[in-house]
């Protein structure tokens, strides 16, 4: 990425010379220029830029609250202030080693209007299918049609067999079954977002953004294979299908690369001789941002990376609570999680605003990059057979570790700081109130890819 070009060259001029007094000889690249994991350079002024933003206002950010245990109710995070409800079943890596029974869900939503509010489910692996009609049980029993139903069903088996390196049929036998099972929810009245392209999988792996990105793409294009091949064309196969992506801790890059999922999808669509329409693009807090020491830092990077995904134009955010990496998070935590996403949305007023970041010359020049790193990446894929066979040989898998170990490094040399573990740790800390503690994570499989924070990589680095 070559230098931004400013058109008044002496006002920039001007800049760099009040600059230079304040560094006091220092070095201006060193010490004001960094590049992210891709390489893309952020520097410390941007020109303004004429890029056009859309017309109009947006449609508010739905907030997503969690159901991720037995015994614990919604009703209180739906009674003041959320507006969705994410439900997490055993075995789901959403639910952390907690999660819902399949056979419980009925009383487990006791009270819950299910047709009046956005619903996503986070299934264990291939067990999909089993969410979903434990879901339109409970709908049932409550007179409720399943075409009453706003749902993002979360039937992602390439992001299952990222988690898990094991499947029960290889690709074109899970694609046509997904075809079948698609076809089937279907003619059960069923509609709305039955596959999820998710980049949480890849993001907790240690993928970049242009990495994570690149991912979601490749399975977003692995689904509309699949179902083009099984006879809807693409579409109509583009409405069944939604978008997840971590939001960081780091604003203005969370902030383009949701942006730059967008634009990159409506390249897709357009490839496919379709004329683009809006994804349906949820955004999830970073699982890997997350810190088990001193865990109050943790609502500041829940408020950055919510802030980041309100702002990237995200349709959905679930904030998760700042205890996560410790156990189940207490009504406290749980509350603090959700009023940080309602502040930000109610008071500070951060979706009113339709694509905030258009004209930013530094979130158009960081949103350009990513896309051109991501869409090089991706054709990549492409050209190895496609997300599923690069998971199978091994080489996407060693494509995130070589960026988790450029992470470790960094975060061992301090050019990457987590605040309260690797810089300014508290000597003593108050023991923070779970529900229960976190369990043991289960053994992973060969070839399957790791979910690791980036205080379990700090944790790495000082052993190694």
């Known amino acids: ?14 800049w760099r010379a009040a600059v230079a007094r304040v560094l006091k000889g220092g070095d201006f690249d060193g010490r004001l220029v960094t590049r992210t994991l891709d390489g893309i350079v952020v520097a410390p002024l941007y020109p303004a830029s004429a890029a056009p933003g859309p017309a109009g206002a947006r449609e508010p950010c ?9 015994g614990l109710s919604p009703l209180d995070d739906l009674e003041n202030g959320a507006d969705g409800l994410a439900l997490a079943f055993e075995g789901a890596p959403a639910a952390r080693g907690f999660g819902l029974a399949l056979g419980g869900l009925d009383a487990a939503l006791a009270g819950v209007e299910l047709d009046m509010l956005p619903l996503r489910l986070e299934p264990a692996p291939f067990a999909a299918l089993d969410a979903v009609r434990a879901l339109l049980d409970a709908a049932e029993a409550r007179r ?6 706003d749902l993002d069903a979360g039937i992602d ?5 990222a988690r898990t390196a094991e499947a029960p049929k290889p690709w074109p036998g899970l694609a046509a079954l997904l075809v079948e099972i698609v076809g089937a929810l279907r003619d059960r009245g069923l509609g709305g977002r039955l596959l999820r392209a998710d980049g949480r999988p890849h993001h907790e792996a240690g993928a970049s953004e242009a990495q994570e990105l690149a991912a979601a793409l490749a399975a977003g294009v ?3 294979r699949a179902l083009d091949a099984g006879g809807t064309a693409p579409d109509a196969a583009r409405d069944l299908l939604s978008f997840t992506l971590a939001a960081d801790a780091d604003l203005f890059l969370t902030v383009a690369k949701l942006r730059a999922l967008r634009r990159l999808w409506a390249r897709v669509e357009e490839g496919c001789g379709s004329e683009p329409r809006p994804v349906r693009l949820h955004a999830e807090t970073s699982w890997r941002m997350l810190a088990r020491r001193d865990p109050p830092t943790n609502l500041l990077r829940n408020a950055l990376a919510c802030a980041g995904a309100i702002l990237g134009d995200a349709d959905t955010v679930a904030v998760l609570p700042h205890t996560a990496p410790l156990g189940l998070a207490d009504p406290f935590a749980r509350r603090l999680a959700r009023n ?8 500070a007023g951060l979706d009113r605003v339709a694509d905030a970041g258009a004209g930013s010359g530094a979130v158009e020049a960081l949103t350009e990059a990513l896309c051109a790193e991501a869409w090089t990446l991706f054709q990549g894929i492409e050209r190895a057979g496609g997300l599923p066979a690069a998971l199978a040989d091994g080489s996407w ?6 960026s988790r170990a450029r992470r470790t490094a960094e975060i061992a040399a301090g050019t990457r700081s987590i605040l309260g573990t690797t810089a300014y740790p508290l000597a003593e800390e108050p023991e923070p109130s779970v529900l229960m503690p976190l369990p043991a994570a289960p053994a992973r499989a060969a070839g399957a890819l790791p979910s690791m924070r ?11």
């Open 1 to 14: 990425m070559t230098a931004p070009a400013f058109p008044d060259p002496a006002a920039e001029a001007a």
């Open 62 to 70: 739905r907030l997503f609250t969690r159901l991720d245990a037995e």
């Open 144 to 149: 409720i049609p399943a075409t009453a139903l």
């Open 157 to 161: 088996p390439i992001g299952f067999v």
């Open 222 to 224: 692995a689904y509309l």
């Open 340 to 347: 940080t996403a309602l502040v930000l949305r109610d008071e």
């Open 397 to 402: 898998g060693a494509r995130l570790a070589a």
């Open 454 to 464: 980036d205080d379990e990589l700090a944790e790495a680095g000082s052993r190694s």
